[in-house]
């Protein structure tokens, strides 16, 4: 069955870096758009990036410009999220997310199919 699988989070000090994990089982994985989002407490769930299938195209949200970079490996069938300069407003339940091309704007949450269940970031100041 499709698994989404997080890993790579933890409790860190303010301006640490972490890498988080993705892997991907069950589907093309190659042929699918991913995405990272991050939901903190008491708000929305919010956009952090997004890349195309070859990873050769990433968005991201201006909050993380800058300081985070997406990348993917499609022979291992992983994602990744380089985080650099974490501050305490970058705590939050980070989720990988995987849509389709062409479905939907890669900003938008209904855009995706596919959610894992969460990798907890933690940044004390």
């Known amino acids: 069955q499709v698994q989404l699988v997080e890993s790579g989070g933890g409790l860190v000090q303010a301006g640490d870096s972490l890498r988080l994990s993705c892997l991907a089982s069950?589907?093309?994985?190659?042929?699918?758009?991913m995405a990272w989002f991050r939901q903190a407490p008491g708000k929305e769930r919010e956009i952090v990036g997004a890349t195309n299938t070859m990873g050769t195209v990433t968005h991201y949200a201006d909050s993380v410009e800058d300081r985070f970079l997406i990348a993917r490996d499609n022979v291992k069938n992983t994602l990744y999220l380089g985080t650099n300069s974490l501050d305490p407003e970058d705590a939050a339940m980070y989720y990988c997310a995987a849509r389709t091309h062409g479905n939907g704007d890669w900003w938008t949450e209904n855009a995706y199919s596919y959610w894992g269940q969460g990798t907890q970031v933690t940044v004390s100041s």
């Open positions: 069950g589907f093309a994985f190659n042929n699918y758009e």
